[in-house]
């Protein structure tokens, strides 16, 4: 299994640009979600979804946009980048539920100028 | 804000010394989860515990939980510089999906 999987790895955007980034999981989890993390802060959840065809708001959803065709995909978009969108990316999938643990990607680390 | 807050901030030691990071949360929880990352990587589940548990070990880690001062502490018994890295709390709700909250972590250095 490849587990979760985000492209790109690194980014570079000029404000006011759109992009998405991929995040990919081969583990049939029903929950994927996205965070960002800031230099030396935790993370911060920005969208989730528990399945095809559902997503729902996190803590920081402002200035993103996602979808979930597929289980396996869940693409995060932004749609007019800004220097505060600067962060590391993180995608996540699970089994839905409270006690299971979550799998997580490498990262995209983005950079807007 | 965030619900886990962590400390230390940072936290620096000797191989073979023992390492303690704590975690405080501010509303109900359905459990915890400690998460450890290496620089420049992804995180890496390690241990949960429910909050019907007080204490958990798993291997070198020992987790306590105390749900009515809402905190729970990770101790690394023994460390080796392989233990460099930044841990992090998660709370879990009670909700069906059970979304997860990060604390802002502690990094923590093991000297050789």
């Known amino acids: 299994n490849a587990g979760v999987t985000q492209t790109p790895k690194f980014q570079v955007l000029k404000t006011g640009q759109s992009m998405t980034l991929q995040c990919a999981q081969d583990m049939n989890h029903e929950y994927m979600s996205w965070y960002r993390q800031d230099p030396g802060m935790g993370l911060r959840l920005i969208h989730y979804s528990v399945g095809a065809g559902i997503t729902d708001q996190g803590e920081v959803p402002n200035g993103y946009n996602v979808s979930r065709s597929t289980t396996e995909d869940f693409p995060l978009r932004l749609l007019s980048a800004a220097p505060s969108q600067t962060s590391v990316y993180f995608c996540?999938?699970?089994?839905?539920?409270?006690?299971?643990?979550?799998?997580f990607g490498p990262g995209t680390r983005l950079t807007v100028t | 804000s965030q619900q886990g807050e962590e400390d230390p901030q940072a936290l620096s030691i000797q191989e073979g010394e023992n390492a303690t990071m704590n975690c405080s949360y501010k509303?109900?929880?359905?459990?915890l989860q400690w998460y450890r990352q290496n620089s420049g990587r992804g995180l890496v589940h390690l241990i949960l515990i429910r909050s019907n548990e007080r204490e958990k070990h798993s291997g070198r880690l020992r987790v306590t939980l105390d749900t009515s001062k809402k905190s729970s502490s990770l101790l690394i018994t023994a460390s080796r510089a392989a233990d460099t890295a930044s841990y992090f709390c998660?709370?879990?709700?009670?909700?069906?999906?059970?979304?997860?909250?990060f604390g802002d972590g502690t990094t923590l250095t093991v000297k050789p």
């Open positions: 998660a709370t879990v709700d009670n909700t069906n999906a059970g979304k997860s909250t």
């Open positions: 996540a999938s699970k089994t839905p539920g409270a006690t299971y643990e979550q799998y």
């Open positions: 509303t109900s929880i359905n459990n």
